[in-house]
């Protein structure tokens, strides 16, 4: 059988752990060739230092019956992302889908600390990381995603416009970094449109990360476990889920409807009908608003 991304070249920087890693996959699963990109190796880990690779991503796609093409690359400098560009344009022509999640930046958040004492340094190297590395990247890839009408940028962010609209999240750069993003895919949607192209942004729900996962000590088999010590996880989501987002928008023909919207993997599983891998779709937006904010006890019935 043919696969609906078959043929398809897409891009996902950022790709050694978390949703870009279920990205990655979900892409692969449904035929195309996917470069992924990061900082982290077999031979080196990058500031973040987690044990993820790229390689292993890579590999992960194969198993899923796509194309995996790793390629080390600090989004930060425009010199490795031009070559990566020029990469993908020699050895396939065209790219069809660009997913921005290059972030890495966790370590750097200094929660519920105001502006004045949060550390100037690791603020503005969070900015950076978030909002220069999705700069950089576009302005490069862009010119080879509109070669033909239809391509999809999908700018990876945390919470929908509309949840970050009414909720400070924690950190003055944390706030701005998320909000940006969403702000800068629409921005991008105005330049695509007259190309044929799509700009969206994205959010996951409670990210099953391997971070995450690491610090309840759990894996992706016993994560239920995790909700002795944190009831609310019971809401939460795998990587993958966010990645059958991406993958229905890429094999949708009409996806253009949704250029310049604020998006999340719950809102487009009840459009598409994909769910996580336990076959449910966990709505972690709505059930924070509905359930964990008015204190009310941890219950996802309903809700996933």
Known sequence: MTKPLQDKVALVAGATRGAGRGIAVELGAAGATVYVTGRSTRGRRSEYDRPE????????VDAAGGRAVPVVVDHLEPAQVQALVRQIEHETGRLDVLVN????????????????????????????????????????????????PGGLLVEMTDGTAEYNAAHYRLSAYYDLAKNAVTRLAWAQA???RPHGGTAISLTPGWL????????????????????????????????RFVGRAVAALAADA????????????????????????????????R???????????ADATGYR
């Open 101 to 148: 999640d290059i972030w890495g930046a966790e370590h750097l958040t200094e929660w519920n600390k105001p502006v004045w004492e949060h550390s100037l340094d690791k603020g503005l190297r969070l900015l950076r990381l978030a909002l220069d590395t999705h700069l950089i990247t576009s302005h490069y890839a862009l010119p080879l995603l509109i070669r033909q």
């Open 53 to 60: 690779t790229i390689e292993e991503t890579a590999a992960l």
């Open 254 to 285: 009409d996806r253009a409807r949704w250029n310049g919207q604020s998006l999340s993997s719950a809102g487009l599983a009840r459009v598409y009908g994909f769910t996580d891998l336990d076959g449910s779709q966990p709505d972690a937006w």
């Open 208 to 239: 099953r990360s391997e971070m995450m996962l690491d610090h309840f000590k759990v894996s992706e088999a016993n994560w239920r476990k995790a909700a002795a010590d944190e009831p609310h996880f019971v809401i939460s989501e795998s990587p």
């Open 287 to 297: 059930y924070l608003r509905e359930v964990q904010e008015p204190g009310k006890p």
């Open 190 to 192: 105005q330049e695509l």
